[in-house]
């Protein structure tokens, strides 16, 4: 069974930096494109930032040269390296990747579990 298990966040100040990572972990043939997604209080879930295969970045234009996607497509790791960090990013952050398990047809969604950022001013 495929699982996206994600790591880092937590609090930080206006300004500074936290790091995200996501892992894809169980029988995967193939994954193509992943991606971050944000939800704050009493909003909807937006994206953030996508990396194709192919590492074609896509990006929100809130977080536009702030925000850095990149992928290890061997290992399955996402990751987001979060600069110059503002408090309307304060957020649960979830990964989502496009999976081929090994005992699929065609490519399922996955979501991670969402891990806090918080910025404080």
């Known amino acids: 069974q495929v699982q996206l298990v994600e790591s880092g966040g937590g609090l930080a100040q206006a300004g500074g930096s936290l790091d995200l990572s996501c892992v894809a972990t169980g029988s995967i043939l193939r994954v193509n494109n992943m991606g971050w997604y944000r939800q704050a209080p009493g909003q909807q879930r937006e994206l953030v930032a996508q990396?194709?295969?192919?590492?074609?970045?896509n990006y929100q234009d809130s977080v536009k040269g702030r925000f850095t996607i990149s992928r290890d497509n061997v290992l399955n790791i996402v990751y987001l390296r979060m600069n110059s960090l503002k408090p309307e990013d304060t957020a649960v952050y979830y990964c989502t990747m496009d999976v081929l398990p090994t005992d699929h047809e065609n490519y399922q969604t996955y979501w991670g579990q969402g891990t806090q950022v918080s910025v404080s001013s």
């Open positions: 990396i194709t295969r192919g590492a074609v970045e």
